[in-house]
């Protein structure tokens, strides 16, 4: 669990493979459009960062956090040649059971389109109690969760290629 004022988000990028010659899909969330653009640009600056050119960067947008794993699925059966999906959203708590049944769907479908997919697609989901937590976990005292999304994406792209390197 994060502590104050501990950002979670810092990397050196010689310390993540290049992701000048991958490709990156972005599915993201209109709700909660605040901390959704905001992870959003911090996945995006990271990829950029690391080497990933601009025109191999595809966003999409979909209404909300439920539907990210329809778009998720949908952007890895439209493109192929994409070495990893970021599934970008926020869900905050409210009053009723809402929130648990999103939260459980968006992490099980995510899980499954790993299970069966081949483009791995990372979870880039705030699960937060409030907005502040949401806030502080998409570019304040917490770091950019989208900075971590994208550098887990260029790692996990970089194992699909190495495992399909010892595949033959």
């Known amino acids: 669990m ?11 990028p ?5 992701a000048r010659d991958m490709r990156f899909g972005l599915v993201v969330s209109e709700w909660n459009d605040q901390i959704t653009q905001a992870l959003f640009q911090g996945a995006f600056d990271a990829l950029i960062d690391c080497g990933a050119l601009k025109e191999n ?3 999409w947008n979909v209404p909300g956090s ?5 778009g998720s699925k949908k952007m890895t059966e439209a493109f192929d040649m994409l070495d990893a999906v970021i599934a ?30 081949d483009i791995p697609v990372i ?7 409030n907005i502040e937590q949401s ?4 570019g304040g005292e917490h770091g950019n969760k989208g900075t971590e999304a994208a550098i887990a994406a260029i790692k996990m792209a970089q194992l699909r290629r190495d495992a399909k390197f010892y595949k033959g």
């Open 2 to 12: 994060a502590t104050a004022g501990n950002n979670l988000s810092a990397y050196d």
């Open 14 to 18: 010689k310390d993540v493979p290049s």
């Open 57 to 59: 960067i595809v966003r």
């Open 66 to 70: 439920f539907e990210l794993v329809y």
């Open 88 to 117: 970008v959203g926020s869900v905050i708590q409210g009053e009723t059971k809402h929130f648990d049944f999103v939260c459980e769907a968006v992490s099980q479908g995510i899980k499954d389109l790993n299970v069966r997919g």
């Open 123 to 129: 979870f880039c989901v705030l699960t937060d109690n």
């Open 135 to 138: 806030l502080a976990r998409s």
